[in-house]
């Protein structure tokens, strides 16, 4: 399994019908890659090909370890359950996870990923030590265990190990389950050395804040000022109506307008679950230049609330879509409910579009494609020279893209039904998944079924 896809393959020309670029469908085009990376995209030879080209989806939120529960917090426990009684459940599990199975079902996860047109995932990874909070023997197992995850899948990786220090803004100790989370600075920085020298094309590593409730000031100071200053910093920041009222009262101001008042938040930051934002704040992250995380099927499985989509778009705001709790691996399921979230509250239709692009299709997929770059630190989101030689190949064969122009394609491809419609996908230049499959599914799906028994047990 190559390390870093492409290596030995030689240069290769890659000819598409219709190329997506960030200013629309180019017909006739194709690209050079060479060693993972496009090499030229200057081509305009007509091959008959008919392939519908897309470069390959970034997914900013994933906690992988959930894929493992998903559809098992359904069961109504008390009238009032919510975020907070789900996450006692989320933790009961949690605590069930080793090296060998968190390996397994990221594995699970990542193919299923890449099958649905996902080529990179941000790792928001805090599931460091054992169930009892001791380090492992080798204090980074859990996250080699993803990092080998997405190697042996083929998915390119930001993983972003979480600093977890305090159970609530007050300063409080971490709960017994929240005890393998956790890390002193020192500790915290060091796993970030160790992992850093593993680094290479198709594995960053930036750097996580669990939340505002969950790092003290001081420490947040301490780390921001030890990382690379290229690193990737994420934060979840206002995800929940009661910690924003904790933000509140303990430090002066919510979430997001401490955070931008305190820290030199820039295109470095993503910011996830940021749900509720005043105008302010909404105005003020889209001049930071950080990029929201949203996950619209997760935040509506936990009842988060609805992102003020419309306003951030007049703001100017940089965003993606992130799975996140993994109960939708669907990156057209996320685009479609974050605009259907926004016409079920306003009662409007064709909500998410910018001057110039009346396709609410195309307007989310260019913001999902133009957040890659900053939120992971890879080099993606277009196939132009030097990016990274990551592609989905439409279905073209399929019946929803019967009469399909460069008009509708991307439309068609988000509001029309549940086929998926990703065929072919490579990551640095090999083919991870034809035909839909990944090419180690059932290997992988032997070993998650067996992970599963063992989590069970
Ligand atoms: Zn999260």
Same mark, same amino acid.
Do not use: K
């Given at each position: 399994m190559p390390r870093s896809a492409g290596e030995n393959a030689g240069m290769q020309t890659i000819d598409a019908a219709m190329l997506w670029t960030p200013s629309g469908w180019r017909g006739d085009a194709g690209f050079d890659i060479d060693a993972g990376r496009v090499r030229a995209q200057d081509r305009a030879q007509p091959t008959g090909s008919g392939h519908w080209i897309v470069p390959g989806l970034p997914n900013l939120?994933?906690?992988? /370890? !959930?894929?493992?529960?998903?559809?098992? *917090?359904?069961? !109504?426990?008390?009238? =009032?359950?919510? #975020?907070?009684?789900?996450?006692?459940?989320?933790?009961?599990?949690?605590?069930?996870?080793?090296?060998?199975?968190?390996?397994?079902? *990221?594995?699970?996860?990542?193919?299923?990923?890449? +099958?649905?047109?996902?080529?990179?995932?941000? &790792? #928001?990874?805090?599931?460091?030590?054992?169930?009892?909070?001791? %380090?492992?023997?080798?204090?980074?197992?859990?996250?080699?265990?993803?990092?080998?995850?997405?190697?042996?899948?083929?998915?390119?990786?930001?993983?972003?190990?979480?600093?977890?220090?305090?159970?609530? /803004?007050?300063?409080?100790?971490?709960?017994?389950?929240? !005890?393998?989370?956790?890390?002193?600075?020192?500790?915290?920085?060091?796993?970030?050395?160790?992992?850093?020298?593993?680094?290479?094309?198709?594995?960053?590593?930036?750097?996580?804040?669990? $939340?505002?409730?969950?790092?003290?000031?001081?420490?947040?100071?301490? @780390?921001l000022a030890a990382l690379p200053g290229d690193? %990737?910093?994420?934060?979840?920041?206002? &995800?929940?109506?009661? +910690?924003?009222?904790?933000?509140? $009262?303990?430090?002066?101001? %919510?979430?997001?307008?401490?955070?931008?008042?305190?820290? &030199?938040?820039?295109?470095?930051?993503?910011? @996830?679950?940021?749900?509720?934002?005043?105008?302010?704040?909404?105005?003020g992250i889209a001049n930071s230049g950080a990029t929201v995380a949203i996950c619209p099927t997760t935040e509506a499985n936990l009842g988060d609330g609805l992102f003020p989509l419309r306003a951030y778009l007049d703001a100017g705001g940089a965003w993606g879509i992130g799975s996140d709790s993994q109960i939708s691996v669907s990156?057209? =399921?996320?685009?479609?409910?974050?605009?259907?979230? !926004?016409?079920?509250?306003?009662?409007?239709r064709n909500i998410a579009v910018l001057p110039g692009t009346a396709s609410v299709g195309e307007t989310l997929l260019r913001g999902t494609l133009a957040s890659g770059a900053n939120a992971t630190g890879h080099a993606i989101g277009s196939l132009a020279d030097k990016q990274c030689a990551d592609w989905i190949v439409l279905d073209s064969d399929a019946p929803q893209f019967a009469g399909v122009t460069a008009h509708d394609a991307v439309d068609r491809w988000i509001f029309s039904g549940n086929r998926n419609l990703v065929r072919d996908v490579h990551v640095a230049g090999t083919q991870v998944v034809a035909e839909g499959r990944h090419r180690d599914r059932d290997a992988i799906a032997r070993r998650y079924r067996a992970a599963i028994e063992t989590l069970s047990g």
């Open positions: 939120h994933s906690h992988a /370890f !959930q894929r493992a529960m998903a559809g098992l *917090a359904e069961h !109504q426990t008390n009238p =009032e359950d919510s #975020f907070w009684t789900w996450r006692e459940t989320m933790y009961r599990f949690a605590a069930r996870f080793d090296p060998d199975t968190l390996h397994a079902v *990221a594995a699970q996860l990542y193919a299923e990923m890449l +099958e649905a047109g996902y080529t990179t995932v941000c &790792e #928001f990874h805090y599931l460091h030590h054992a169930p009892d909070g001791r %380090p492992y023997a080798d204090p980074a197992a859990m996250s080699r265990a993803l990092i080998s995850a997405a190697r042996d899948t083929g998915i390119r990786l930001t993983l972003l190990p979480v600093l977890y220090m305090s159970g609530g /803004f007050d300063g409080r100790a971490l709960s017994e389950r929240q !005890q393998r989370f956790g890390h002193g600075i020192d500790d915290y920085l060091r796993l970030l050395d160790t992992l850093r020298r593993d680094e290479h094309d198709g594995l960053r590593i930036g750097c996580a804040l669990h $939340s505002l409730r969950a790092v003290p000031a001081e420490a947040m100071r301490e @780390v690193s %990737p910093v994420h934060i979840h920041i206002a &995800e929940q109506i009661g +910690e924003v009222q904790d933000c509140i $009262s303990i430090r002066g101001a %919510p979430p997001v307008e401490w955070l931008l008042a305190n820290a &030199e938040v820039d295109a470095r930051w993503t910011l @996830v679950h940021a749900t509720h934002l005043t105008d302010e704040e909404v105005q990156p057209i =399921e996320e685009l479609r409910w974050l605009e259907y979230g !926004q016409r079920l509250a306003t009662r409007h």
